[in-house]
C-alpha cells in the first residue's frame, strides 16, 4: 500500500451529479441519531477517529457504543467528550501511551455503563448479527465472572446432548458501524485493513459509514484488492474521503501512530478542565477536518 498512484477518481463535483454513496463526514455522521448503538474497529491502528470527531462536533449524545476487537483512544475520546451512555467492549488500552485515561475515570466514578465482552464471544455476536439469529452458543464462559457481570448470557442444556450445559450470547446488530479504510471507490466499494473484522461488521450493522484514505476508480480498486479486504457496496451505506482519517492512530503502509499528539492527548486528559481546551483545539463545532490536519501538523510519514 506505500507506493502512490495518480489514478484516482475525479471529484464528485466535477461530474455534475455526486454518486449516493459518497457523502461528506457531516452528512453521513447525520444519518446516525442520540440513542443509536454504534459499533466501531481499531484500536491504535485504523480508528475511525474523522468520523469519531465529527460525532463530537455533530453533538451526538446517550450512544451505545460496541468496540469490535481491541479499542484505543478512539473509545476513550468519545468518553471524555461525554458522547456515550455505555460502551461495550473485550479491551480499552492506549498500548504503549498507557491506560485510557477517561475510560479508567469514568468507570470509577460508575458514570458510565460497561458491558465487558471476551473477545471470541464478541465477535461471536456479531457474526450473529450478520447471519440473522438472536443469539450464539459460545464456550469457555461457564464458571467465569462474565455470567454473573453480563445478565444477558444465558446458559442453555445442548439439545443434542441433555448432559451438556452451554453459554449464549445475545447477537449484536448496530445501528451503524463506523470504520476507516484504504480506499473507496466511486461505487461504493470498500478496500479495508485485512487485520480487522469490518466486513462482518459491515454485514451485521444496519447502516455502514466507511472513511477511506483516497477515492478510486473501481478499476484499481480491483486492481488493488489483494491488499486488504474487499467489501462490496451492498453492505456500504456511506463512503467518506477523509485523508488522514484514522490519525493520530496508524494507517499501516501509509502513516505510523502519531505519538507526540498521543502523548499530547494523554497529558492533556489529566483533568476536565484541560481536556476541555483540546476538545476545543480539535475537535471544535465550527471546525472540520481540514482545520484539524492544520492544527495538528499532519503530514505523511513514510514507513
Known amino acids: 500500500m506505500g507506493a502512490r498512484s495518480v489514478e484516482t477518481a475525479a471529484h464528485p463535483v466535477e461530474t455534475g451529479k ?13 444519518l446516525v441519531s442520540d440513542g443509536a448503538q454504534v459499533a466501531i474497529s481499531g484500536g491504535m491502528e485504523m480508528a475511525p477517529m474523522a468520523l469519531i470527531r465529527e460525532m463530537i462536533r455533530a453533538g451526538l449524545r446517550d450512544l451505545r457504543l460496541v468496540c469490535v476487537g481491541s479499542a484505543g483512544i478512539g473509545t476513550d475520546l468519545l468518553i471524555g467528550a461525554g458522547v456515550l451512555r455505555s460502551v461495550e467492549f473485550s479491551q480499552i488500552s492506549l498500548g504503549e501511551y498507557g491506560s485510557a485515561p477517561h475510560f479508567r475515570r469514568r468507570f470509577e466514578q460508575g458514570a458510565i455503563e460497561g458491558l465487558e465482552h471476551a473477545c471470541p464471544a464478541l465477535i461471536a455476536a456479531i457474526q450473529a448479527g450478520a447471519a440473522g439469529i438472536p443469539f450464539v452458543p459460545v464456550r469457555g464462559l461457564l464458571d467465569t465472572e462474565y455470567m454473573r457481570l453480563r445478565s444477558d448470557f444465558k446458559t442453555l442444556v445442548n439439545p443434542y446432548d441433555e448432559r451438556e450445559r452451554i453459554a449464549v450470547v445475545p447477537a449484536i446488530r448496530p445501528d ?115 482545520a484539524y490536519r492544520k492544527l495538528a501538523r499532519v503530514r505523511e510519514v513514510a514507513l
Not at 455526486?18 to 447525520?30: G, H, N, Q, T, Y
Open 18 to 30: 455526486a454518486p449516493a454513496k459518497l457523502m461528506s463526514l457531516r452528512e453521513a455522521v447525520r
Open 176 to 290: 451503524a458501524a463506523f470504520f476507516h479504510a484504504f480506499m473507496a471507490d466511486t461505487d461504493g466499494n470498500v478496500l479495508a485493513f485485512p487485520g480487522q473484522n469490518n466486513r462482518l461488521l459491515a454485514q451485521a450493522a444496519k447502516i455502514a459509514i466507511v472513511t477511506a484514505e483516497e477515492i478510486v476508480t473501481p478499476e484499481r480498486l480491483r486492481r488493488e484488492s489483494g491488499s486488504g479486504t474487499f467489501i462490496p457496496s451492498v453492505f456500504v451505506t456511506a463512503a467518506v474521503h477523509a485523508p488522514f482519517g484514522a490519525h493520530p492512530t496508524a494507517c499501516p503502509g501509509r502513516y505510523p501512530v502519531d505519538a507526540e499528539h498521543v502523548r499530547e492527548y494523554v497529558e492533556a486528559s489529566r483533568s476536565e478542565q484541560t481536556f476541555a481546551v483540546y476538545l476545543q483545539r480539535y475537535a471544535a463545532a465550527s471546525a472540520d477536518e481540514e
